[in-house]
């Protein structure tokens, strides 16, 4: 059953479609001409069919094609990266499989493009054939039922595949700047939340560009983007970013999506263990389990938020990243309209878990809600939430604890 699916041609390229099932495993291949004379790829049309108890994918791209596939497990997937390639299939010509659950493609890193197939199960490669038709690639996979432990054996990352963190670069800090980390949420092939053709990515990435503009104004203050582009940075990548570039404030933008109740307007968070309420709890484990749906989680990451939040206590940093949220929440007042109900939550994102710097989640607003898909596109907008931004910042300055107004290294 085919469920949502949206598409951004590049720059902007990013597709999330729901379907049913489809499998993984083996080892990579690929399959390239001249890399000089190569031209971008695209993909035509995918569709996946039932084979007895097998599944049979079939995808079908035009131009010269190189790829490679591995698959993971918890949960399973299968995982095509492509060189160069932009999506062009019909969304109403996939054909459903018990075997797919979901897949979603985009930019992934520069000359690379991914392809996430969520599976139902443990099924493995059992072949990966590509031909040549007229002009153009068809890769056929063969996919067969295996046990999950089997699947889980053969599954894993394999070199190179994981994205890698940019170069280390010298703090920004020249000893008297606050830096501040803004991170437009989700990018590339991880959409985030859509409605009525907006995509959460590219309306935080948008906000979050003119509110670094605004900071970068403001004397004593420059802002460091946790992405400039409509480019994939898994969760931990966020926070490297932020303190390789020596940040004294973190801040995460989001545009969520209800499909039950209604609501609208901004909202702040900052971490806790105990989520402030329900809405808060699952809006937090969809967005912490982002890396892992994405294809890029980072395994043997510890997840123990009652220990950090001792460390949190201890520095101090969960109290100063406290006063931030409300000296910003307040500064919001009567220029930018702020959730009716509780506009200052908690819940254990992980982008919020930085042991030394004073982070905020700021909720832009529901894509859900028509008044704010209005708000959001609207420059103006925009700008007004990057001046409370920065003037909560600058209220907060003066009254911080020094500690956290220090360089960073």
């Known amino acids: 059953m085919i469920g949502a699916l949206r598409a951004i041609t590049p720059p902007v390229m990013a597709i999330f479609l729901t379907c049913f099932g489809l499998l993984l495993v083996g080892t990579p ?56 390639t932009q999506w062009k299939a019909p969304f109403d010509n996939v054909i459903t499989s018990a075997a ?6 985009g930019y992934f890193r520069p000359g690379q493009t991914r392809l996430v197939i969520d599976l139902s199960g443990p099924y493995a490669v059992t072949s990966a054939r590509t031909r040549e038709e007229d002009a153009e690639s068809v890769l056929t996979f063969a996919l067969k039922p295996v046990e999950q432990a089997f699947f889980t054996t053969i599954s894993g990352w394999p070199d190179g595949a994981r994205w890698e963190p940019p170069e280390v670069a010298d703090p920004l800090n020249n000893g008297t700047d ?31 560009l003119t509110i670094a503009e605004r900071v970068d104004r403001e004397p004593g203050f420059k802002a460091v983007l946790t992405r400039h582009d409509d480019s994939f940075v898994p969760l931990r990548g966020r926070l490297q970013i932020a303190h390789r570039a020596g940040a004294n404030v973190f801040i995460s933008l989001h545009a969520d999506s209800i499909t039950l109740g209604k ?123 990057a001046q409370a931004i920065v003037n909560g910042l600058v209220a907060w300055r003066k009254v911080a604890d020094p500690a956290f107004l220090a360089p960073r290294n």
């Not at 797919?100 to 493609?105: A, G, Q």
């Not at 806790?272 to 892992?292: K, L, P, Y």
């Open 178 to 208: 606050i830096i501040v980390a803004i991170d437009p949420g989700h990018g590339g092939f991880d959409p985030g939340a859509n409605a009525d053709g907006l995509l959460e990515k590219d309306v935080v990435l948008a906000v979050g």
């Open 263 to 385: 609501a609208d307007g901004v909202s702040i968070y900052t971490l806790s263990e105990t989520a402030s309420d329900q809405a808060a709890r699952d809006f937090a484990e969809r967005e912490n389990r982002v890396d892992v749906l994405a294809g890029a989680d980072l395994v043997g990451e510890a997840d123990d938020v009652a220990h950090l939040l001792f460390d949190l206590s201890r520095r101090g940093t969960g109290i100063e990243s406290d006063r931030l949220a409300r000296l910003v929440l307040s500064s919001f007042d009567g220029t930018v309209k702020t959730l009716g109900t509780r506009p200052y939550r908690q819940a254990g994102f992980y982008v919020l878990k930085s042991l030394d710097i004073p982070s905020l989640l700021i909720e832009l607003g529901f894509l859900s809600s028509e008044e704010d898909r209005e708000r959001l596109t609207n420059p103006a907008f925009a700008t007004a939430v």
């Open 100 to 105: 797919i659950e979901d897949l979603r493609f």
């Open 29 to 84: 291949l690929a399959h390239a001409d001249d890399p000089d004379s190569r031209e971008s790829a695209s993909v035509l049309e995918i569709a996946a069919e039932a084979w007895g108890d097998d599944v049979r994918l079939v995808i079908r791209v035009a131009g010269t094609l190189e790829y490679s596939y591995f698959t993971l497990a918890e949960p399973n997937r299968l995982v095509i990266d492509f060189s160069d």
